[in-house]
Structures are given as structure tokens and as C-alpha cells.
């Protein structure tokens, strides 16, 4: 079962993806940072953005994805909702669904500046499972 969840930091926000795999970490990590930016029940899977990394490890390449999701979704005045995640050894492969912002339908809650290397770990834990996780500035 993949979820993603907050953990407290001083001056910022600690996000977490958890999942049986990478891919799936890294789509929940993504999903913890949407919902610090607005009410994931109100994005719908409109548009289809595709994104690509390549980074020589997988913490850089988590750190990647999630600054790549913040500035397509400032470009292009988007909001995302879905994602998915598929990773090839250095490279990543992603989609983002969403839909461009709309102030009758989107409360933006707080801007997400960038996905920084503070509490960067990807990992599995004791149990088996994938963590993705880092602090993203608010």
C-alpha cells in the first residue's frame, strides 16, 4: 500500500512518500507536495504533463522530480493530482496529471519554493518499504 504524510520541521515542511517501489515513493512524495499547495479533492486529471530526469543516484533523482513538478507547475499555472513514476537505473520517466488553476475551484493553501536537500533519503525501511523524503521550502 503506497501514502505519502508530513513530518514537522522548524522553518519548513518534511514531506514523505511511502511504497512497495521507488516509483511508487516517489509518485506519493509528489502527492505530499500537491497537498501542502492546495485541496488534492479539488484537482482533477485533466492535462497530461511528462517530465524526465536523469540523476546519478535516487535521492538526486527524487530532488529532481519534485523541482521539475514545481516549475512545470508554475510555467504552466497548474495544479497535479495524479502521478506516475517509472525509473530506469539513472533516468526517470514521469507523468503528471492536473489542470490549470482556477481560482473558483482552487484554494492555493501555501507556495512550494523548491524541494531542498535537508532530510533527503530514499530508502527502504525495516519493513520493506520504499521511503522518499525531504524538506520543501516554504
Not at 508530513?6 to 511504497?19: E, K, L, N, S, W
Not at 513538478?69 to 533516468?91: E, G, N, S, T
Not at 530514499?122 to 521550502?137: E, F, S
Amino acid at each position: 500500500m503506497a501514502y505519502w504524510e508530513h513530518f514537522p520541521h522548524p522553518a519548513d515542511m518534511g514531506i514523505r512518500g511511502i511504497g512497495p517501489t521507488p516509483e511508487a515513493a516517489f509518485e506519493q512524495a509528489a502527492l505530499a507536495m500537491m497537498a501542502i499547495m492546495v485541496d488534492l479533492d479539488t484537482v482533477e486529471p485533466q492535462v497530461l504533463v511528462q517530465i524526465q530526469c536523469q540523476q546519478p543516484d535516487l535521492e538526486l533523482l527524487l530532488l529532481d522530480w519534485l523541482n521539475s513538478l514545481l516549475y512545470q507547475a508554475d510555467v504552466k499555472r497548474m495544479v497535479f493530482c495524479r502521478f506516475k513514476v517509472v525509473i530506469d537505473k539513472d533516468r526517470l520517466d514521469g507523468s503528471a496529471w492536473g489542470q490549470p488553476i482556477d481560482p473558483k475551484r482552487h484554494v492555493l493553501l501555501v507556495e512550494v519554493k523548491a524541494a531542498t536537500m535537508a532530510s533527503l533519503a530514499v530508502a527502504k525501511d525495516k519493513d520493506g518499504k520504499w521511503v522518499a523524503q525531504c524538506i520543501v521550502d516554504v
